[in-house]
């Protein structure tokens, strides 16, 4: 299976994974590994599809797989979380508890501390790290040296905004004009750059440990499910756990 795993500087004991579109059995529109429950595709193909991810991956439980909403909302995941809850960042402290989200555009953020005590995965489009995703989901880590890891989204050259999105970035923060290019055939919209928006959120939370997939998802139609390339589609995962 074609999966994308980290290359960045969290411990040995903190394994992390992201999936691509290829080797699943969802077809049509949601052709390929399919791990959405919510897009319409086939039920049977995506538990097939969600299987094979965790088979793949060498997982050692099933994904806590949430309800995303676009949300600030972090869930603290144990041996007793049920799936499905309503969040956007899964977070836990406890070894064996694989925190996932899922995206298809959006920007999938891991997090975990320099001693692989406590990880985190976060779903972070526009409006989710506007309305602070990123700082909710650090102020639940106990230790101050935590490193990221940025996985694939939509790239700065795809992804069009309007006014009212940069506005709302540079009010919470001068410096994030940098993360947008006016678009000059298009008054009043831009090109917005979501992982230098989430780069400049994690430096002010004390994260300067990042790293990049640098992987365009809009960009690149055999690979990745795209929501604004293609609407109706199907959802890649991106997931982090520390071995028991």
């Known amino acids: 299976m074609a999966l994308l795993i980290p290359t960045w500087s969290a411990p040995p004991s903190v394994k992390a994974v992201s999936s691509t ?28 599809n969600r299987l094979r991810f965790q088979q793949a991956s060498g997982m050692p439980s099933s994904p806590v797989w949430l309800t995303q909403t ?35 555009d959006c920007l999938p953020i891991l997090l975990c501390d320099s001693k692989g005590r406590q990880v985190a995965a976060v779903h972070a489009g526009w ?69 230098l928006l989430a780069t400049q959120r994690l430096l002010s939370q004390g994260v300067s440990q990042i790293a990049y997939s640098n992987q365009c998802t809009y960009q690149q139609p055999q690979s990745f499910y795209s929501y604004r390339r293609d609407g109706q589609t199907g959802r890649m995962a991106t997931a982090i756990w520390i071995e028991p």
């Open 21 to 48: 579109r290829l080797d699943g059995q969802s077809t049509g529109p949601f052709y390929g590994l399919n791990l959405g429950d919510h897009v319409g595709d086939d039920e049977i193909n995506v538990e097939h």
């Open 127 to 195: 409006r989710g790290l506007a309305d602070g995703i990123i700082e909710k989901t650090l102020s639940h880590f106990e230790s101050q040296t935590v490193c990221a890891w940025l996985g694939p989204c939509i790239s700065a050259n795809a992804f069009e905004v309007g006014d009212e999105v940069k506005a709302t970035f540079v009010a919470h923060d001068e410096q994030a004009q940098q993360a947008f290019v006016r678009r000059d055939s298009s008054p009043g919209k831009w090109w917005a750059d979501l992982p």
């Open 70 to 104: 676009h949300s600030t909302q972090v869930l603290v995941a144990g041996q007793n979380t049920a799936p499905g809850q309503q969040a956007d960042a899964c977070v836990t402290r406890e070894a064996g508890i694989v925190c996932c989200v899922m995206t298809a």
